[in-house]
Each structure stands twice: as structure tokens, then as C-alpha cells.
């Protein structure tokens, strides 16, 4: 398999590194997408709420890529869940982003009494062949509990907050025992990691920045990452991390990082409907 992508349990190749597309300031992602797909980037990660799937299609649409090679990741908001509404969504988001299928559609965030909803839509759009793979985001042990306990299709992703500060492991270990793959938000903890001695002393080593050694440990965590850059340089860093190791003394210490420390909960009316 190529060491860029990870298998999900149906088969379906993700690659360990995409671009998240998120800003709470609202800024035109185009530009940054644009060279994400020209260095490299072959996996774009958006959702209904983030207000740019129309960014996304367009430059997607126009980068001259094959549609088989980028790999596109949207999500439905929270006040489009239920099951017709899942459905409803999913058809925006698809025509916003100039697709004839999508290769992961996410639960954005759990809502009680909907999710469960939300989920049989999902379902249905994968047996329907409209999305290759379909999953969750920042559901915990309870959630994912409540889901696996009416799923037909159990879900291939979950898309969490997970940085040095924060390692989730008994998720962690939950999530790897229903073959549920993990894949990190906020990677980088909104640059609160940056001047960390013992990032800094690894990164040192390897010759590389705090922002790589982070992302490599991701990956070697078994965590496909999202690190939002709008910033050429950092673009290019970013995914600049296949070329060395993390030692298991250098992966331990990261991992005694953990504070179980969580970023402020984003204002949840950014996750509303957004059709």
C-alpha cells in the first residue's frame, strides 16, 4: 500500500494528510486549496457549516486532477439532521461542491434524538453507492455506543480534537477495536504547542519544525490529520513529514504531553444549517 494512505475497513484508501478548511473568520479558502492540490495535497476536508463546499468544488473542478485522485470530506450540520434533512443536506452539499459522489460524509457533531436519524440517512447513501465511506466527528465512547448499537454500517472515521494535549486513549482504544478509523482536528492545538520544549527538542533532532514532528506523530499515532494552513510555506511543511521517524522514546514522550486539555468548545450556531 502506498505509505501515504491509510485503509479504511471497507477498503476504501484515505490519505493520511488532507487540508481542513476551516476558519471561524469565514476567509476564501480558494486560494489555499489551490496550492494544496498544486504541492501535493490530495484529500480537502470541509463540511456544510464551514460556508466554502462551493470553494472546494470550484477548484477542485478546475485543478485538472482526476476526481478519483482527490479524496473530498464534507459534513452535515447539526440543524440539518434527522433523516429527510440528512438527506436534503447531502444533495446541497453535492451541488455546491460539483460532485457525483463523495468519498466520506461525517456526522458533524452528535445531537440527541437525531444522530441515530442522521446515521440510517448515511447509510442509505452509502449503499446507494453516493459515498464511499461514511463517519462520525467528536463522537465519544457514549455516542459511538449509542450508534453501533442500531448500525448496519459501522463507521469507517472519527473525526476528533486530538493533539499532545489531549490523546484520547481509552477512544483510542475503543475506536481501534471496532476497526473505526481516527483522524485529528486541530492538530496543532491553534499554535499553543509551538514553543513546547520537548517538541522543540525532537524537532531539533530531525531537523524539522514543531508543526512536522506533531503531524508525524499523528500518523504514526495511527491518526490521519487535517492541519488547516492558509500559508504557502506551512502548506509545504505540513506535508513534508514522510521523510523521517519518530523513535518509540520520541512517540512516549509526546504521548506524556497529555493534559487532557480540550480548545474552548466552538460556538455551536457555526454548525447549523447552512443550505
Given at each position: 500500500?502506498?505509505?501515504h494512505?491509510?485503509q479504511?475497513?471497507n477498503?476504501?484508501?484515505?490519505p493520511w494528510?488532507?487540508l481542513?478548511?476551516?476558519?471561524?473568520?469565514r476567509?476564501d479558502?480558494?486560494?489555499a486549496?489551490?496550492?494544496a492540490?498544486?504541492?501535493?495535497y490530495r484529500?480537502i476536508?470541509?463540511?456544510s457549516?464551514?460556508?466554502?463546499?462551493?470553494?472546494v468544488?470550484?477548484?477542485?473542478?478546475?485543478s485538472?486532477?482526476p476526481?478519483?485522485?482527490?479524496?473530498?470530506?464534507?459534513k452535515?450540520a447539526?440543524?440539518?439532521?434527522?433523516y429527510?434533512?440528512t438527506?436534503?443536506?447531502f444533495?446541497?452539499?453535492?451541488?455546491?461542491l460539483?460532485?457525483?459522489?463523495?468519498?466520506l460524509y461525517?456526522i458533524?457533531?452528535p445531537?440527541?434524538?437525531?444522530s441515530?436519524?442522521?446515521?440510517?440517512?448515511?447509510?442509505?447513501?452509502?449503499k446507494?453507492k453516493?459515498?464511499?465511506?461514511i463517519g462520525?466527528?467528536n463522537f465519544?465512547?457514549?455516542?459511538?455506543?449509542?450508534?453501533?448499537?442500531?448500525?448496519?454500517?459501522?463507521?469507517?472515521?472519527n473525526?476528533i480534537e486530538?493533539?499532545?494535549?489531549l490523546t484520547?486513549?481509552?477512544?483510542?482504544?475503543f475506536?481501534?477495536?471496532?476497526?473505526?478509523?481516527?483522524?485529528?482536528?486541530?492538530p496543532?492545538?491553534k499554535?499553543q504547542?509551538?514553543?513546547?520544549?520537548t517538541?522543540?527538542n525532537?524537532a531539533?533532532k530531525?531537523?524539522?519544525?514543531?508543526a512536522?514532528?506533531?503531524?508525524?506523530?499523528?500518523?504514526?499515532?495511527?491518526?490521519?490529520?487535517?492541519p488547516?494552513s492558509?500559508?504557502?510555506?506551512?502548506?509545504?511543511e505540513?506535508?513534508s513529514?514522510?521523510d523521517?521517524?519518530l523513535?518509540?522514546?520520541?512517540?512516549?514522550?509526546?504521548?506524556l504531553?497529555n493534559?487532557?486539555?480540550?480548545l474552548p468548545?466552538?460556538?455551536?450556531?457555526?454548525?447549523r444549517?447552512?443550505?
Amino acid at each position: 500500500m502506498n505509505r501515504h494512505y491509510t485503509q479504511l475497513r471497507n477498503g476504501v484508501q484515505m490519505p493520511w494528510i488532507g487540508l481542513g478548511v476551516w476558519t471561524p473568520e469565514r476567509e476564501d479558502a480558494t486560494e489555499a486549496i489551490k496550492q494544496a492540490l498544486e504541492i501535493g495535497y490530495r484529500s480537502i476536508d470541509t463540511a456544510s457549516a464551514y460556508e466554502n463546499e462551493k470553494q472546494v468544488g470550484r477548484v477542485v473542478a478546475e485543478s485538472g486532477i482526476p476526481r478519483e485522485d482527490i479524496f473530498i470530506t464534507t459534513k452535515v450540520a447539526n440543524g440539518d439532521q434527522g433523516y429527510d434533512s440528512t438527506l436534503h443536506a447531502f444533495e446541497s452539499s453535492m451541488e455546491k461542491l460539483q460532485l457525483d459522489y463523495l468519498d466520506l460524509y461525517l456526522i458533524h457533531w452528535p445531537v440527541e434524538g437525531k444522530s441515530l436519524d442522521t446515521w440510517r440517512a448515511l447509510e442509505h447513501l452509502y449503499k446507494q453507492k453516493r459515498v464511499r465511506a461514511i463517519g462520525v466527528s467528536n463522537f465519544q465512547i457514549n455516542d459511538l455506543e449509542g450508534l453501533l448499537s442500531v448500525a448496519e454500517v459501522v463507521p469507517m472515521v472519527n473525526q476528533i480534537e486530538f493533539h499532545p494535549h489531549l490523546t484520547h486513549l481509552e477512544l483510542r482504544a475503543f475506536c481501534k477495536q471496532h476497526q473505526i478509523q481516527m483522524e485529528a482536528w486541530s492538530p496543532m492545538m491553534k499554535g499553543q504547542l509551538s514553543g513546547n520544549e520537548t517538541l522543540e527538542n525532537i524537532a531539533n533532532k530531525h531537523g524539522k519544525t514543531v508543526a512536522q514532528v506533531i503531524l508525524r506523530w499523528d500518523i504514526q499515532s495511527g491518526f490521519v490529520t487535517i492541519p488547516k494552513s492558509f500559508n504557502a510555506t506551512r502548506l509545504l511543511e505540513n506535508i513534508s513529514i514522510f521523510d523521517f521517524t519518530l523513535t518509540e522514546e520520541e512517540m512516549s514522550s509526546i504521548d506524556l504531553l497529555n493534559k487532557n486539555e480540550k480548545l474552548p468548545k466552538p460556538d455551536m450556531s457555526k454548525f447549523r444549517s447552512r443550505s
